[in-house]
């Protein structure tokens, strides 16, 4: 934007006092927005005799907390239900809510429009409200204590619909009436044809609900009451509790429980940032 | 796939005989059935329940009565409720503007870097993808007493006196905040950059080339036109902030919400009575106060959107 490369010679150098110091603050925010994570991975590669020593750079790293709290077994156990949840809400939202944000966009019937309101104003409903009668519902169905129980209420939501309904509107009618006299059928055209042209869409969706449910705490407390069936956040929480004062051993576990997230961060930054903002913007 | 072939396996089934506008309403409707199935059972049915259990007694030991609003006048009267009322709001009032007023001059700044311009990007918004009940814990340990305590070590190191973060009532709620906001910097910081992109160069341009500062720059241009992604950010976070809860029950176990209640939010006095006292119609009296709180925010938000 403030190219330095200013046809017109404006008065823009390319290196001001100003930006140097600028980009200073800048990197030193920065630096202290990550502090509570590199303080949370250095402790937990520390034991227990050098957790009061608050240097970043342990003395004598060592892996024996990821041993130990993997040893366990129960932290494997609920690193794999939130991986089973999150994967299974997430292929769900990205099938569904694009099928209904497609079907909306691009089916003229009579009462599409009634649908999309209907959907749309769910979105005024917190979920805090809905949890109680989820509860009761679970518990008639026997869905407490389950991967279902867990999962249900985050199969599809609207905010994926609207989303996606905002992005099949970009897609030309023309693509989709030459598949039709190709003589594909409405399903394929939508798979085949619809879905590749709003790939972008589909990665912000997916990313947005599996960050979501990795990390969702408030229902999967409520839904799950045997540990077998915890999720990582749940799981962390009461063995937090356990752990008491042991805070290596606790900064073991909130690393195990945040490190996958940062981890495909690093691969996926890209995607991640565009999802974003594609995301905040139209949804 | 199999439609194409009884189309043409059966050239005098009913399906052929449709035109081609009917066939397309039968795909509308059958792509919309699962869906609307889900959206009746699982969001309207239970929004429905929410507001009649609000009106009863129901608990986990005797089956819902009707009650009328009685739940709601028991709420009215419980002090525990307007201080939870009020520390909601507390953690809106305080969340909302200290976050965008960090998070638009990070942006307004980071728009400007291009030198390792991805980088410090993902340093702020690594935190936006952590889990919060497990930087909850973080934090916690953070707020300890010497000679755990990083930031009282770090007081004490410049001869400032140890602070009880979660141990004092007026402290406990701004230190529960905190991790609550830098969480959350890195999305909003994000929204902006994207933002300030949207906004044509060539404004910029004329205004310079009209003489303008900086400062009247961004008085007469950046911020009048940000004013959608504001709206946005504003309501967004407002939302967040009024739902917090993994950051509050995990910060304190023993007493989640406290010292004296002084951090509990409406989401954890929900949580509460209906898992730790079984009061489940008083809880979902609850809940319908916490809907209209958002439903106020967000018709604020249309009313702002529609004026710009």
Do not use: C
Request: glycine letters at 6%.
């Amino acid at each position: 934007m403030t190219s330095a490369a200013s046809p017109q010679g404006l008065p823009m150098p390319r290196i001001r006092p100003g930006r140097i110091v600028a980009w200073t603050l800048l990197f030193i925010g920065g630096v202290i927005m990550v502090t509570p994570l590199l303080f949370m991975l250095s402790t937990s590669l520390k034991d227990a005799s050098q957790v009061y020593d608050l240097r970043v750079i342990p003395e004598a790293p060592t892996l024996d907390n990821y041993i130990e709290i993997l040893g366990d077994g129960r932290f494997t156990r609920w690193f794999f239900n939130s991986m089973i949840v999150a994967v299974i809400v997430t292929l769900s939202n990205v099938f569904f809510d694009s099928l209904v944000g497609y079907t909306l966009a691009k089916f003229r019937f009579r009462g599409r429009y009634i649908v999309f309101i209907a959907i749309l104003s769910t979105l005024m409903i917190p979920t805090e409200m809905l949890v109680l009668p989820w509860y009761l519902m679970a518990s008639q169905f026997g869905w407490l204590d389950s991967y279902w129980g867990i999962m249900f209420p985050g199969m599809m939501t609207a905010f994926g619909t609207f989303l996606m309904k905002q992005f099949f509107e970009g897609v030309p009618n023309d693509f989709l009436e030459a598949a039709r006299i190709d003589g594909l059928n409405e399903f394929t055209i939508w798979w085949k044809i619809a879905m590749p042209l709003v790939t972008p869409a589909l990665s912000a969706l997916a990313i947005f609900t599996f960050l979501g449910n990795w990390t969702a705490f408030f229902w999967p407390l409520i839904v799950t009451t045997s540990a077998d069936l915890y999720t990582l956040p749940v799981g962390l929480s009461s063995f937090a509790v356990e752990q008491s004062i042991q805070w290596e051993k606790i900064m073991t576990g909130a690393s195990i429980a945040t490190l996958p997230t940062l981890i495909i961060f690093l691969f996926l930054q890209r995607y991640i940032v565009r999802g974003v903002m594609l995301a905040g913007l139209k949804g | 796939m199999s439609v194409v072939a009884d189309r043409e396996a059966a050239p005098g089934g009913l399906w052929s005989r449709m035109s081609l506008g009917q066939k397309h309403v039968i795909w509308a409707w059958g792509f919309l059935a699962v869906p609307l199935i889900f959206y009746a059972v699982i969001r309207f049915w239970p929004t429905f329940q929410a507001f009649y259990l609000s009106a009863t007694d129901w608990s986990i030991t005797r089956p819902a009565s009707f009650v009328g609003l009685e739940n709601y006048r028991r709420l009215v009267a419980d002090p525990l409720f307007w201080q939870v009322f009020r520390n909601t709001f507390m953690y809106l009032i305080l969340g909302t503007p200290i976050s965008l007023l960090i998070s638009f001059v990070v942006a307004y700044y980071l728009d400007r870097v291009r030198f390792m311009h991805s980088f410090i990007r993902a340093l702020y918004f690594l935190p936006f993808l952590t889990t919060a009940a497990a930087m909850a814990w973080v934090w916690r340990w953070f707020y300890q007493p010497v000679p755990i305590g990083v930031i009282n070590d770090i007081l004490s190191s410049f001869g400032i006196p140890q602070q009880p973060f979660l141990r004092s009532t007026s402290q406990a709620l701004p230190a529960v905040l905190a991790p609550a906001v830098w969480a959350g910097l890195g999305f909003q910081i994000i929204i902006f950059l994207a933002g300030l992109r949207a906004i044509p160069v060539t404004y910029y341009e004329a205004a310079r080339i009209d003489g303008l500062s900086e400062g009247a720059i961004l008085r007469r241009i950046t911020l009048p036109l940000l004013k959608p992604t504001l709206v946005f950010l504003v309501v967004f976070s407002s939302i967040g902030f009024l739902r917090i809860f993994d950051q509050v029950y995990n910060i304190n176990t023993n007493d989640p919400g406290g010292p004296l209640n002084s951090t509990k939010p409406l989401v954890l006095m929900i949580y509460q009575t209906a898992f730790s006292s079984y009061e489940m119609g008083y809880a979902a009296a609850q809940t319908v106060v916490l809907f209209l709180i958002l439903l106020v925010i967000s018709l604020v938000q249309l009313r702002l959107m529609r004026d710009r």
